[in-house]
T-cell receptor
Framework: GQQLNQSPQSMFIQEGEDVSMNCTSS?????WLWYKQDPGEGPVLLIALYKAGELTSNGRLTAQFGITRKDSFLNISASIPSDVGIYFCAGYNTNAGKSTFGDGTTLTVKP | NAGVTQTPKFQVLKTGQSMTLQCAQD?????MYWYRQDPGMGLRLIYYSASEGTTDKGEVPNGYNVSRLNKREFSLRLESAAPSQTSVYFC???????????FGNGTRLTVT
């Protein structure tokens, strides 16, 4: 089946630093999605990308849908303590009718 | 607007006991899903239902059964719980190109 490789697995950064994480796949996806999970809660959608090459921002977050449709990255600028959590990428394939998730990047921000 | 509601939030079972996890959504989504989350392993799909009356296996279906009771409700049943089923279980709905997944807040299950 389809698999996503998400890296890094974890990050420990100082408040104010920028963060970058990415996902790669051996398969093509129609849609790339980035979710954030706060402790004790379910994942919440941050950004959805629908076209190859698309670059989308949501506040301090920027994500891109890779031109080959097999990868995506998420950047967080000027991190703050509330950015702490687990970030998941997900690829959606219309033919499969379901999403495939990466294993997550756990972000820790030191004040 | 509640979104996706899961019950219970916490549960402790003894090996061999059975239980049903409940999930309901109020967003009129056709598709609903059950995932389990284990440390370092992300979200793994157990079962999903593309529409009322249909269910399909995901990556890790063994030891589970599901029922799509109606468009709103999708339940997950453990007939004979095992310690390997200790996990956090998430229900989600949506998951189409136009409507990405919306998750509930999870059920934390411990099997001793």
């Amino acid at each position: 089946g389809q698999q996503l490789n998400q890296s890094p697995q974890s990050m420990f950064i100082q408040e104010g630093e920028d963060v970058s994480m990415n996902c790669t796949s051996s398969s093509i996806f129609n849609t790339w999605l980035w979710y954030k999970q706060d402790p004790g809660e379910g994942p919440v959608l941050l950004i959805a990308l629908y076209k190859a090459g698309e670059l989308t921002s949501n506040g301090r977050l920027t994500a891109q849908f890779g031109i080959t449709r097999k990868d995506s990255f998420l950047n967080i600028s000027a991190s703050i303590p509330s950015d702490v959590g687990i970030y998941f990428c997900a690829g959606y394939n219309t033919n499969a009718g379901k999403s495939t998730f990466g294993d997550g990047t756990t972000l820790t921000v030191k004040p | 607007n509640a979104g996706v509601t899961q019950t219970p939030k916490f549960q402790v079972l003894k090996t061999g006991q059975s239980m049903t996890l409940q999930c309901a959504q109020d967003m009129n989504h056709n598709s609903m899903y059950w995932y389990r989350q284990d440390p370092g392993m992300g979200l793994r799909l157990i079962y999903y239902s593309a529409s009322e009356g249909t269910t399909d296996k995901g990556e890790v279906p063994n030891g589970y059964n599901v029922s799509r009771l109606n468009k709103r409700e999708f339940s997950l049943r453990l007939e004979s719980a095992a310690p390997s089923q200790t996990s956090v279980y998430f229900c989600a709905s949506g998951g189409t190109a136009d409507s990405p997944l919306h998750f509930g807040n999870g059920t934390r299950l411990t099997v001793t």
